[in-house]
């Protein structure tokens, strides 16, 4: 049995998600990156693909028993409550995958918006 490499499995969903267009793969710490015109709204790590959410979309993940990312800290666990593990039936259908991957992009762009509007505020 093979080991597919977060990069390699990001490649896989970046094809499999033709809604956004040209994706691009980044290096992102342990994992890769999923990028549309310089914006992240997904991440591979460990396996397993997480989407950007946001108050409008994460009631649908954690509907589907979805949770946030979290990450050993130094002193304790630390969740990322703005990425979520995408769920198995959604994963497997191509058509679910785009278009959550598709409202995790508009959480991501929303999330730019509102640090940008801040900083000059």
Avoid at 28 to 48: D, E, I, R
Avoid at 102 to 118: D, I, V
Wanted: net charge positive; proline share 3%; hydrophobic share 45%.
């Amino acid at each position: 049995m093979s080991v597919v490499s977060a990069r390699e499995l990001a490649l896989d969903f970046a094809e499999r998600i033709k809604t956004l267009g040209a994706i691009s793969v980044s290096r992102f710490f342990g994992g890769a990156g999923l990028v549309v015109a310089g914006v992240q709204f997904g991440f591979v790590m460990k396996g397993s693909l997480y989407l950007r959410v946001n108050d409008k979309t994460r009631p649908n993940f954690e509907a589907l028993g979805a949770a946030p990312f979290t990450y050993a800290g130094r002193t304790d666990k630390v969740t990322v409550a703005t990425y979520y593990e995408a769920p198995c039936d959604v994963v497997d259908d191509p058509d679910e995958l785009g278009r959550w991957a598709n409202e995790a992009h508009c959480a991501a762009l929303a999330a730019r918006q509102r640090s940008r509007s801040a900083k000059r505020g």
